[in-house]
């Protein structure tokens, strides 16, 4: 992989740093993940900073926008490995410590100690996976921690005056009802929290989950139940002012999560790690997933990249849309323009008025966004915006 010219003239850049290793598999994850135990995690650490050396010997030394170590499970590193990993993140990442940078962790496995080695090196964000507050369904689920530990580790967090922390939520979880999932809200916003992300349950091949679905031993709430669950969160949300500013996403004026929002706004990124993806330039790529596959080519000096796709014009319009019309503001007229060059009403002249009929899409002077009805079959709207090969 060769970093292009449009890389390295575009100013903004940030990171994605993937931890594979969980203490427990959760049923329903599909992510690049294996289970702690007997794994080469030192020589893991190492490997990763080798390619971040590797990757940023053909790429200018930028400053990060935004910084994100996500998993897996980050925090189930002991305080020396993170304390390592960090350590060689800073040394290695150009990096204003004004800017965003998240670490993932789950309740239970967050200590004082491994915080303390966060906050050393500049991290400033904590995600959290809650996922629900009814201990039967964490169970169910296949959940390592409890309601408590949650609350817990809140509490340590409140003691060490780190706020700016976010929570994930799952719903249409097997059995879940409406009001199971209306206390679990409840809880979540009595937490007085900055951001928010609620996901529906998505069954994803290879889990046990979609076996068991398969199987017919499991049952999930219907599509009006998830629906309803939906509308639970918007309203709950807007009655607290937490602004949803993504489909999935809730938070605070000023508190959105930015590193998302690259993301959404299509922006590059690097990607580090077993599995990782990034995006730089025209071509977007992909890392070795398993671990071994991964060591090998870094073992070697290369890096570890499994593919690399090309992108045209019309590939980098269509994620423009598919990924701004996300965002609740949409995707912005003037920087689609300055982008490639084009009007999106020339691009799109036939498709936006038929969607604005259907009451999918609205449409300002600054803006294209989904309507209310359009956030619920958000997928359908965006077939709408595939162009051509």
């Not at 080798?50 to 002991?78: C, D, F, H, N, V």
């Not at 409406?178 to 206390?183: E, G, N, P, T, V």
């Not at 209310?372 to 079959?377: A, N, Q, R, T, V």
Request: with cysteine; glycine share 6%; net charge negative.
């Amino acid at each position: 992989m060769t970093i292009n010219n449009d890389l390295r003239n575009n100013s903004k850049i940030s990171a994605y740093i993937h931890i594979p290793f969980c203490e427990h598999i959760c049923y329903y994850c599909d992510f690049n993940k294996v289970f702690l135990e007997g794994q080469p995690v030192d020589e893991y650490i190492e490997a990763l900073l080798k390619e971040i050396r590797l990757t940023l010997a053909q790429s200018p030394r930028k400053k990060m926008e935004t910084i994100y170590i996500g998993g897996g499970t980050p925090t189930s590193l002991s305080a020396e490995q993170l304390d390592r990993l960090l350590f060689g993140v800073r040394e290695l990442l150009p990096f204003d410590d004004c800017n965003e940078f998240t670490v993932e962790a789950n309740p239970g496995d967050l200590s004082r100690e491994k915080l303390k080695v966060m906050k050393n090196y500049g991290v400033n964000r904590l995600s959290m996976g809650v996922q629900t507050f009814d201990d039967q369904l964490l169970k169910k689920i296949g959940r390592k921690h409890t309601a408590a530990d949650v609350y817990q580790t809140m509490d340590f967090l409140d003691k060490e005056a780190f706020e700016n922390v976010s929570i994930d939520l799952i719903y249409a979880l097997p059995g879940q009802t409406l009001a199971s999932f209306q206390d679990t809200l409840q809880r979540a916003i009595d937490l007085d929290l900055p951001h928010y992300s609620l996901y529906s349950l998505i069954l994803e091949n290879k889990t046990m989950f979609m076996n068991w679905v398969r199987q017919g031993r499991l049952t999930l709430p219907d599509e009006d139940a998830e629906a309803g669950m939906f509308e639970e969160t918007i309203k709950k949300m807007a009655q607290t002012n937490r602004q949803q500013y993504e489909v999935s996403n809730f938070a605070l004026k000023g508190k959105e999560s930015q590193h998302n929002l690259v993301y959404w706004n299509n922006e590059h990124y690097y990607g580090f790690g077993a599995g990782a993806s990034g995006y730089l330039g025209d071509n977007r790529y992909r890392n070795y997933g398993p671990i071994q596959h991964y060591l090998k080519p870094l073992r070697e000096n290369r890096l570890p990249v499994l593919e690399t796709e090309h992108l045209t014009k019309n590939n980098q319009i269509e994620e423009e849309m598919f990924l701004g019309l996300r965002k609740l503001s949409g995707v912005n007229k003037k920087r689609f323009v300055e982008k490639f060059g084009i009007d999106i009403t020339t691009v799109y002249g036939e498709v936006i008025p038929s969607l604005i009929n259907k009451g999918l899409l609205v449409e300002t002077a600054e803006a294209l966004r989904l309507s209310e009805k359009g956030l619920y079959i958000g997928n359908e709207v965006f077939e709408s915006f595939l162009l051509d090969a």
